[in-house]
């Protein structure tokens, strides 16, 4: 028979209750990323969510990245993501009904050519397209270590960065990715493969970039203009400020000619409901806009509260919501939110205008 002293006693008593702290963090912890993965996963196709892959123009808009066939024919270039998790997805091409998969191939040149491969070993031209309908090279330009530096290549030598975007606006960077030290990664479909292509979470603020551009995504991975209106509608850029080596914080101003920055902020009107507005010197409010795709002017709303986060969304006429996002000339990207630094309504007074809540671009 086992006979246990109080020390023996102690010590159980003392696992046991640890085991059970720790059973019910991991569960908690589970839900609730789950609960997360549930909330980005609300637009799936086949249980997959489907984002798309684009070139970061300098001024901030997207270009489309297609997949061309011998014959001249487009295909959709997508990530795919699969799983509970974000790190690291595949890249395909979308073609007749099949998930193409996307390689840097074997080069002696320069530049790495990124290319799909069929099951037959056909292989497939991966282009960006640009606002005038020309088609740009997208290659692997340069390693960092195990990571090849992938872009959209111009015909004057520019660089565009390569993303992945999700419906909500979640970015990611698409890159190649080896696994070995060899110039020969692998085959497939009897094609020899320099590095694989992968949408892989940012890594951090490479940008010195002093303008950061305001957009709405839209959730078929376009974006939206935001702009500031004055009260005789005159239309303003709208932009985030990086006067500093961080990311972590970044002003939104809307611009007035060559010289003039106003604040934007979030101010509650008479019905006590928060309005987006820059602020003029005189008092006036600019209103905060988008241009939907059709040039219509959209709202562009303070929503949901989350501790001292506000979230700014454009707002559809049929009630959906798109992300409002900073996004520098070299494809980085910050969520646009509102902050709250106090608990009272009113942070501050600007010009006879009493802000609810400050306006700031932060890291996702």
């Known amino acids: 028979m086992l006979i246990l002293n109080k020390m023996d006693v102690k010590l159980i008593a003392a696992l046991v209750i640890a085991g059970f702290v720790f059973l019910s963090f991991g569960l908690n912890s589970i839900s609730n990323h789950k609960d997360k993965v549930q909330h980005e996963k609300s637009d799936v196709v086949g249980g997959e969510l489907i984002w798309h892959v684009k070139a970061i123009h300098p001024e901030g808009d997207f270009l489309d990245i297609k997949a061309f066939d011998q014959d001249g024919n487009k295909y959709d270039v997508k990530a795919i993501q699969d799983a509970d998790q974000t790190t690291l997805m595949d890249i395909k091409v979308m073609m007749n009904g099949q998930k193409i998969p996307v390689k840097i191939l074997k080069s002696d040149g320069r530049f790495m050519p990124v290319k799909g491969i069929t099951k037959d070993g056909v292989i497939l031209d991966i282009k960006a397209i640009n606002a005038k309908g020309e088609k740009m090279d997208v290659k692997g330009i340069g390693h960092s270590g195990n990571i090849i530096h992938i872009k959209a290549i111009t015909k004057n030598k520019e660089f565009f960065g390569v993303k992945a975007i999700s419906p909500e606006g979640l970015l990611n960077d698409v890159k190649g990715v080896k696994v070995n030290a060899d110039p020969i990664e692998g085959s497939v479909y009897g094609v020899l493969i320099h590095a694989h292509v992968k949408a892989i979470s940012q890594t951090g603020c490479a940008s010195d970039s002093f303008i950061w551009h305001i957009k709405g995504i839209h959730p078929e991975g376009k974006t939206l203009d935001i702009k500031a209106i004055d009260?005789?509608?005159?239309?303003?850029?709208?932009?985030?400020?990086?006067?500093?080596?961080?990311?972590?914080?970044?002003?939104?101003?809307?611009?007035?000619?060559?010289?003039?920055?106003?604040?934007?902020?979030?101010?509650?009107?008479?019905?006590?409901?928060?309005?987006?507005?820059?602020?003029?010197?005189?008092?006036?409010?600019?209103?905060?806009?988008?241009?939907?795709?059709?040039?219509?002017?959209?709202?562009?709303?303070?929503?949901e509260r989350s501790g001292n986060l506000i979230h700014i969304k454009v707002a559809q006429k049929d009630g959906k919501l798109y992300g409002v996002k900073a996004i520098s000339p070299e494809g980085e990207l910050n969520d646009v939110k509102g902050v709250k630094m106090l608990r009272e309504d009113v942070e501050m007074e600007i010009n006879g205008a009493k802000v609810y809540a400050h306006v700031k671009a932060l890291p996702q």
């Open 231 to 303: 009260p005789e509608g005159n239309v303003f850029d709208v932009k985030a400020i990086k006067n500093s080596s961080q990311r972590s914080l970044l002003d939104i101003k809307a611009f007035i000619g060559d010289n003039l920055q106003l604040p934007v902020k979030i101010i509650k009107g008479s019905d006590a409901r928060p309005g987006i507005f820059a602020i003029a010197n005189d008092g006036s409010l600019y209103e905060i806009k988008a241009m939907d795709l059709d040039g219509s002017l959209l709202n562009v709303v303070a929503g």
